[in-house]
């Protein structure tokens, strides 16, 4: 299972962003089971631009008063201090009630020219439609261009520790020495979402990116580490991870974002779709021969990343007329660099 596996660091290409974010660029779970990466020489590719479909459009009616922190200027993440929910009204006149808006998200459209950018933005190859990009940044430009917004959700960016410490101390994982739990495998702490309370406090803090992500004009978002529960050492249970999940998904979709599974195959399809996941994005999974698991729970709205050719070549032959399918080098690095690698089936 994705949770059992060793990952690959991505280089962070904007430092100073992490530490003021407390999300920063760069970090891909790739949820790869080695170590060493051999290399790969950038082979450019020729895309034929696909006309993909319209995608479905999914509408849910909220009261216009926020549930979550507004998104400022300030680089920073907003603080969940103030309140997270609008206040209580004892009048029963209609004129005292929120008025109400219709709020609209879609998922990327199914088998695009894809290209993942959560390490250095560039300017997307031609005929490449859905682009991912770290909240960060800006999101590519382009006619019919859709943009995914990567949001680290679960766990805390490299570089952002003091700002949680500063800030949300009390939101750390902490084991029963009161000592910070660590992701080994990402030397990341991890964020405690092992109760409601909690939980909704997290949400209110990522409700800031979220915003960001729409401000912006991202259309939809990707969470990243949804299975930190198992690199907790006990301490976070699959369940708790879902609750948080559901949450942040409800966040997202209140600000018209789709939302994105990320990896984690080992969701039923009835938990994934109880969180209110639009799509998948997944790494990896023609490599470890999990594309299946996600296609089962939905359909053609997959989209893949590989890091190795044995792992996109098996990608490609099973599903490559049905998903969005792209080999990346695993800094995700811009062309230019020798580490550049971006192939499309």
């Known amino acids: 299972m994705a949770s059992s596996r060793s990952r690959i ?19 891909a779970s790739a949820g790869t089971r080695d170590h060493w990466w051999g290399s790969r020489p950038a082979k450019p590719i020729a895309s034929a631009s696909r006309a993909p479909s319209a995608p479905p459009v999914t509408t849910v009616t909220t009261p216009r008063a926020s549930t979550s922190p507004r998104s400022t200027a300030s680089t920073r993440p907003t603080s969940t201090r103030a309140t997270t929910s609008p206040r209580a009204t004892t009048s ?20 695009a020219n894809f290209d993942y ?4 933005p560039y300017p997307p190859p031609s005929g490449v439609t859905v682009v991912t990009r770290d909240y960060t940044v800006s999101p590519a430009t382009g006619a019919g261009m859709y943009n995914i917004c990567y949001v680290n959700a679960h766990q805390v960016q490299p570089g ?9 101390p ?9 000592q910070l739990v660590i992701d080994e495998d990402w030397d990341e702490v991890m964020l405690d979402y092992s109760t409601a309370a909690k939980r909704a406090a997290l949400t209110g803090v990522v409700s800031g990116w979220l915003g960001a992500c729409a401000s912006k004009g991202y259309q939809a978002v990707e969470l990243d580490n949804l299975d930190s529960f198992g690199r907790s050492k006990g301490l976070l249970s699959e369940a708790q991870s879902v609750a948080y999940a559901t949450s942040l998904t409800t966040a997202a979709h209140g600000k018209g974002l789709a939302v994105g599974q990320k990896n ?3 969701l ?29 729970t939905y359909g053609n709205k997959v989209i893949v990343i590989e890091y190795t050719s044995a792992g996109f070549t098996k990608a490609c032959n099973a599903f490559g007329s049905k ?5 990346r080098d695993v800094n995700v690095t811009a062309p230019g660099s020798k580490a550049y690698v971006r192939k499309a089936c």
Not at 93 to 105: D, E, G, Q
Not at 117 to 120: E, M
Not at 289 to 294: A, L, N, P, V
């Open 268 to 296: 039923t399809t009835t938990q994934s779709r109880g969180v209110g996941f639009d799509f998948a994005v997944a790494e990896e999974c023609g490599q470890w021969d999990e594309c299946g698991e996600y296609t089962r």
């Open 9 to 27: 660091k991505v280089v962070a290409v904007t430092a100073a962003a992490v530490v003021a974010l407390g999300v920063g660029v760069g970090t």
């Open 323 to 327: 998903l969005s399918i792209v080999q």
């Open 264 to 266: 984690t195959a080992e």
């Open 117 to 120: 950018q959560i390490g250095a």
């Open 160 to 168: 952002a520790d003091s700002w949680w410490q500063a800030n949300h």
């Open 92 to 111: 029963p006149t209609p004129s005292t009630s929120p008025k109400a808006t219709t709020v609209a998200w879609a998922a990327p459209p199914a088998n």
């Open 170 to 178: 009390e939101l750390l994982l902490r084991d029963a020495r009161g």
